[in-house]
């Protein structure tokens, strides 16, 4: 799994269980690798590439993809059925009918030696869906007790069971913003969000933040780096403050769309919240949120790794799903025409 927010590659080797139509995993071996400064911004700017450039990197970063897998499973001796990857997501237009995870799954698989599924998204693109978010499919099938699952990666998404159906979309900013404003003083991220703790609001960024009109769309919906690029950047840049303020006012910004979404959504006088996700180590943002949600809502954070590798589990799931010709991508998330079973099946070719 890699993100939108560029912190590197989570790897995830767990098995899956399906017995008596319900499904249960074990998480057995993790590791994340941290891009190097030139994959990082090889990915970061992809969106920029022509397109022969852009397949170029495709291929290399699917075998890059590959070496990485195949020293995991070499070094903790791994017995491997299949290997499910996201790619990373250098386009994602669903209103066009573009999405493109780069990372070829032939390339990936033959330099790793293993069968391989990917390109979860593509076939839901095709049938009219947003193909995203695609983790609530782990959500109803391993963390359905929860009233509401929420993601913090790059983008914050939520999940939820409404009128008997899965439904899910993207909700706004997360760690895409917090990091690129941390970027300005050359730190990855800001750890336990201790400099966003010590800022202030800015009144008005915040009210320009609040007020991009993606938050008033309605669902089935998702958005893209494009769409942080062309309409959050320029309010960060212009915005003349210290980065204690800009990482506070963004904190409450994130806090107040999902606040905004789960009280929109609630149904009873008492639920529950799972946070997953790199921003869910923040532990300001995580008090902000409980904060802003009040009592009615209980913020449960799990253990370490399950905030930091459920999304590559969800895919592993994902990647089981297809194999078996089940669905793992839901209409009712999405706004496809139909339910799917997506993912693209490689073989390695080597003789």
């Not at 008596?20 to 969106?47: G, N, V």
């Not at 993601?151 to 008997?164: A, P």
């Not at 006088?269 to 532990?283: E, H, K, R, S």
Request: glycine share 8%.
């Amino acid at each position: 799994m890699s993100g939108t927010s560029l912190d590197g590659l989570d790897l995830c080797y767990c098995t899956i269980t399906k017995e008596q139509d319900q499904w249960s995993y074990q998480i057995i071996k993790t590791q994340s690798i941290s891009y190097s400064e030139k994959m990082r911004s090889d990915l970061k700017h992809a969106i920029y590439l022509k397109a022969d450039e852009l397949l170029m990197l495709h291929n290399t970063y699917g075998t890059w993809l590959g070496t990485q897998a195949k020293v995991f499973i070499s070094a903790n001796k791994l017995a491997v059925d299949y290997i499910a990857s996201h790619g990373h997501t250098t386009h994602h237009q669903p209103q066009k009918g573009i999405t493109f995870q780069i990372g070829s799954g032939q390339h990936l698989a033959n330099e790793s030696g293993c069968k391989v599924v990917c390109d979860f998204r593509t076939n839901d693109v095709a049938l009219g869906g947003q193909g995203a978010p695609l983790v609530p499919i782990g959500d109803q099938l391993f963390f359905g007790k929860y009233d509401f699952c929420l993601n913090l990666g790059g983008i914050s998404n939520v999940s939820m069971q409404k009128e008997g159906k899965r439904i899910a979309y993207d909700i706004g900013l997360a760690n895409m913003i917090l990091n690129h404003i941390t970027h300005k003083v050359n730190l990855a991220y800001d750890a336990g969000g201790t400099l966003a703790q010590k800022g202030s609001i800015i009144a008005p960024m915040l009210k320009k933040l609040n007020d991009l009109s993606y938050y008033t769309l309605p669902y089935p919906k998702s958005i893209g780096y494009e769409w942080f690029v062309e309409k959050v950047v320029p309010i960060v840049d212009e915005t003349d403050a210290s980065i204690e303020n800009l990482l506070h006012t963004s904190v409450h910004h994130i806090c107040e769309k999902i606040a905004d979404q789960i009280q929109l959504n609630s149904y009873k006088a008492a639920q529950t919240l799972l946070v997953t996700g790199g921003g869910a180590l923040n532990d300001f943002l995580i008090t902000t949120l409980q904060e802003k949600l009040g009592k009615s809502t209980t913020v449960i954070v799990p253990e370490k790794v399950l905030i930091e590798f459920k999304e590559a589990l969800v895919f592993a799931l994902m990647g089981a799903l297809r194999v078996t010709n089940e669905i793992n991508v839901y209409k009712s998330v999405t706004g496809a025409s139909s339910n799917s079973s997506s993912g693209v099946l490689y073989a390695p070719c080597i003789i």
